[in-house]
């Protein structure tokens, strides 16, 4: 089966620090995976996604994402956090079948 | 820019009712997904709809049903609701045949009491 997992459910950081936030995967065949954010009482919004190509992603906001395929793991990234990087993201990767299967969510918090 | 609209944004039911909720895709697209995102956890898929059929389904009762419409719209029932159906009601619109291409509104917050 499927699946995602982020297995840290808090990450905090001081503003101007590198943050990580940390997903593997298990999926066979090749993945489709993908990282959104959410801020509080909002819907979900796309940062990136690998598809194929080069393991290092780049996306919205100054994210990236490293794609590891001996590790299986896809770990969100970025060189500076923002306090208003704040919020809950999310990991996932699409199932082949019409669905996208998420992880349980990491909540961001940057501490000015 | 048209995104992807629900409504209500929330409501609060009495367990055993039945409720409706509304999803309007983004301009464009024609297929229609809804999740359902419990407190503390990541969105779980309940259907997709695509030329007002249900093309796939998640681990979901059948007390949650759907539909589409001609205009690519879709609504989302869930009947005798448990408290348990407490949650945030995720839509996410997309192209037929575009893995990466989902737009997610804004949810509507079900609270059954």
């Known amino acids: 089966a499927q699946s995602v997992a982020q297995p840290e459910d808090q990450v905090n950081v001081a503003e101007g620090n590198p943050l990580t936030v940390k997903c593997t995967y298990s999926v066979s065949g090749n993945p489709y995976l993908f990282w959104y954010v959410q801020y509080p009482n909002r819907g979900l919004q796309f940062l990136l996604k690998y598809i194929t190509g080069d393991n290092l992603v780049k996306g919205s906001y100054g994210f990236e994402a490293e794609f590891n395929k001996s590790q299986t793991s896809f770990h969100l990234k970025k060189p500076s956090a923002l306090v208003s990087d704040s919020a809950l993201y999310f990991c996932a990767v699409y199932s082949g079948t019409y669905k996208y299967i998420f992880g349980t969510g990491t909540r961001l918090k940057v501490l000015a | 820019d048209a995104g992807v609209t629900q409504s209500p944004t929330h409501l609060i039911k009495t367990r055993g009712q039945q409720v409706t909720l509304r999803c309007s895709p983004k301009s464009g697209h024609d297929t229609v997904s809804w999740y359902q995102q419990a407190l503390g956890q990541g969105p779980q898929f309940i259907f997709q709809?695509?030329?007002?059929?249900?093309?796939q389904r998640g681990n979901f009762p059948d007390r949650f049903s759907g539909h589409q419409f001609p205009n690519y719209s879709s609504e989302l029932n869930v009947n005798a609701l448990l408290l348990g159906d407490s949650a945030l009601y995720l839509c996410a619109s997309s192209l037929t045949g575009q893995v990466y291409g989902y737009t997610f509104g804004s949810g509507t917050r079900l609270t059954v009491v």
């Open positions: 709809y695509y030329e007002e059929e249900e093309r």
